[in-house]
């Protein structure tokens, strides 16, 4: 696949996107890992394999009764009235069915504590080499029988044309409060894939987060785009106990099936980027999307 005119990376840009009729695979120009073993506690073997392909899975994050409060703190939101009528509430397309819960950080204590745990934030600074915030937080219910697929993407894609996040200088991890097993959506990343940024077509209409945060489209990687990836690095599913946790670089190629089994698959979900890596002005949208959902407060995590 070549390169077309206006998709070459420049200083201004180097990660170009929805600006060209045509998609197109760039080469990643950014580290993968920028600390050292001994900043925190991914050792060097874990270290050079989330450098190779993107992501790491710990098979504990969390102790059984941890797992219980964080699963009360879960019920208590979704029957909150307020929190229920809230913009950061995201429902199922076509139903009533919480999909997510935005900002939760800040939302309820008991999720910033999470946030700000070292298990969690320190493997973090570990991987980015420097201090980081919070980009965006999140529950993801995905409840049974209706829980909705997240289609295919890679999230700096989104991050760069639309919240201004100038390079892949940041990571997420998802801690699952449910057992993820192969049938009931879990997530699926394509090894390797972090290497390659997929230039998407497509302007970004005016608040275009209304649609996405339901079912995105812009901003989509293209059939043959996947073709390629997916050949070339193959795709693994992420399964596990409630208590256990992936993480994985923004650029990482990932997406769920739908969830047609009667067990619901919760997870929380929180994005921490360097505050070396702060954002700008988007790069592919004319407004920034809200601050519940792309932080503007770059203010480290404790």
Known sequence: MTVAEGLKPTQRDPYPTRSAKEPALLYRQDPVVYGAPDDGPIDAETLNSYAENGFLSVDQLLEPDEVELYRGELRRLSEDQKILSDERTITE????????IFEVHKISQVFADLVANPRVVGRARQILGSDVYVHQSRVNFKPGFNGKDFYW??????????DGMPRMRAVSISIALTENFLHNGALMIMPGSHKSFVSCVGQTPDDHYKASLQQQEIGTPDPGSLSV??????IEVFTGKAGSATMFDCNCMHGSN????PFPRSNIFVVFNSVENTCVEPYAASSRRPDFIAARDFTPVG
């Open 93 to 100: 397309p076509g139903s009533n069915e919480i999909r997510s």
């Open 153 to 162: 993407h890679s999230d700096f894609e989104t991050w760069h044309a639309e």
């Open 229 to 234: 990836l997916a050949d070339k690095h193959g």
């Open 258 to 261: 739908s969830n047609i089994t």
